[in-house]
């Protein structure tokens, strides 16, 4: 089988070359708009976030079979394009809790903290702290947009800190009655009282612009908002607007993090060496089970693209 794999590292090369042999598999470090210049013969591929699989990238591939992203979010594939043509998709469900959820938790104690303001003072011999009063995370109400697995996680490590849970999710799950959360149907009703509010939402057009003007005006002004999901899920003009502080590792608008109330990283939070073994090992079960014929473990179809717009109704 001929498979190519894109945005694809040294350690990518060592750990699915010598397990698909037999295969003819070619490796590009570029994302897919970038390296795929004319029709190729390749009938699976596996692309990262960086890569878009566009409907023109879709008809440069006419043997295409399969198509895995080696993430959880798949907004930057044409799924639609993909199921007219029935060709296959997976993602990787499920490994990136503890990495994403910890991140989200270092960026607020960042916030909360002044920690990275102290650090970078202290290096160069101003050791003054007395303008860098913090807050702390006991006691304090954290709303969590999504009980996934990263949202979940999210929840143990808020419990941890003592935090009070409130949660908005498509489904009410077993951790509701595990960790005592306050499940919320409606999500207008749970803003106004969070002082945390985490965003663990996939990116679907249910989602896009899920906090927009009328929901930012009911957040509390000193309310910290962390979102390590999806930039598209709070809308742009409120990057430049919101009064809150931003702990971000994604964003719709690159200009806004020089804000002093936004914290920004490049969206790293994935970024661990336990998550990437995660990813790759999930991501080989998919494409072994592709080459044998079995139901992919993590196969997206039109139902997975999840209508939060009912959240809560099941």
């Given at each position: 089988m001929k498979i190519a794999f894109y945005e694809a590292t040294p350690e990518d090369r060592a750990f699915f070359g010598p397990k698909l042999e037999g295969h003819e598999v070619t490796f590009f470090e570029g994302p897919i708009q970038e390296e795929l210049s004319e029709e190729?013969?390749?009938?699976?591929?596996?692309?990262?976030?960086?890569?878009?699989?566009?409907?023109?990238?879709?008809?440069?591939?006419?043997?295409?079979?399969?198509?895995?992203?080696?993430?959880?979010?798949?907004?930057?594939?044409?799924?639609?394009?993909?199921?007219?043509?029935?060709?296959?998709?997976?993602?990787?469900?499920?490994?990136?809790?503890?990495a994403v959820a910890e991140f989200a938790f270092?960026?607020?104690?960042?916030?909360?903290?002044?920690?990275?303001?102290?650090?970078?003072?202290?290096?160069?011999?101003?050791?003054s702290y007395h303008d860098l009063l913090g807050c702390e995370l006991y006691g304090k109400r954290v709303g969590i947009l999504g009980l996934g697995t990263i949202g979940s996680r999210m929840a143990y490590i808020a419990k941890g800190f003592g935090m009070r849970i409130c949660a908005w999710s498509r489904t009410k799950k077993p951790i509701v009655n595990e960790l005592g959360i306050d499940f919320y149907d409606d999500l207008d009703a749970m803003l106004p009282d969070c002082d945390v509010v985490m965003l663990a939402l996939p990116l679907t057009p249910a989602t896009r612009n899920l906090i927009d003007s009328q929901r930012a005006a009911r957040l509390k002004k000193d309310a910290f908002i962390v979102n390590t999901a999806r930039g598209e899920i709070i809308e742009k003009s409120l990057?430049?607007?919101?009064?809150?502080?931003?702990?971000?590792?994604?964003?719709?608008?690159?200009?806004?993090?020089?804000?002093?109330?936004?914290?920004?990283?490049?969206?790293?939070?994935?970024?661990?060496?336990?998550?990437?073994?995660?990813i790759r090992q999930i991501s080989l079960e998919n494409l072994e089970a592709f080459i044998a014929g079995k139901p992919l473990p993590n196969c997206l179809k039109l139902s997975c693209q999840k209508d939060y717009s009912q959240a809560g109704s099941k």
């Amino acid at each position: 089988m001929k498979i190519a794999f894109y945005e694809a590292t040294p350690e990518d090369r060592a750990f699915f070359g010598p397990k698909l042999e037999g295969h003819e598999v070619t490796f590009f470090e570029g994302p897919i708009q970038e390296e795929l210049s004319e029709e190729a013969p390749f009938e699976a591929i596996s692309v990262f976030v960086h890569s878009k699989v566009s409907e023109e990238i879709i008809t440069k591939l006419p043997n295409l079979r399969y198509v895995q992203t080696r993430s959880t979010g798949y907004d930057h594939i044409d799924c639609q394009g993909l199921y007219a043509r029935g060709i296959l998709l997976s993602n990787v469900a499920g490994y990136g809790g503890p990495a994403v959820a910890e991140f989200a938790f270092s960026l607020l104690l960042n916030a909360t903290r002044h920690t990275h303001t102290a650090i970078d003072r202290a290096k160069s011999g101003n050791y003054s702290y007395h303008d860098l009063l913090g807050c702390e995370l006991y006691g304090k109400r954290v709303g969590i947009l999504g009980l996934g697995t990263i949202g979940s996680r999210m929840a143990y490590i808020a419990k941890g800190f003592g935090m009070r849970i409130c949660a908005w999710s498509r489904t009410k799950k077993p951790i509701v009655n595990e960790l005592g959360i306050d499940f919320y149907d409606d999500l207008d009703a749970m803003l106004p009282d969070c002082d945390v509010v985490m965003l663990a939402l996939p990116l679907t057009p249910a989602t896009r612009n899920l906090i927009d003007s009328q929901r930012a005006a009911r957040l509390k002004k000193d309310a910290f908002i962390v979102n390590t999901a999806r930039g598209e899920i709070i809308e742009k003009s409120l990057y430049s607007t919101l009064p809150n502080v931003l702990c971000l590792d994604v964003t719709a608008d690159l200009e806004a993090t020089k804000r002093p109330n936004v914290l920004y990283t490049p969206h790293m939070a994935y970024y661990t060496a336990e998550a990437l073994q995660r990813i790759r090992q999930i991501s080989l079960e998919n494409l072994e089970a592709f080459i044998a014929g079995k139901p992919l473990p993590n196969c997206l179809k039109l139902s997975c693209q999840k209508d939060y717009s009912q959240a809560g109704s099941k």
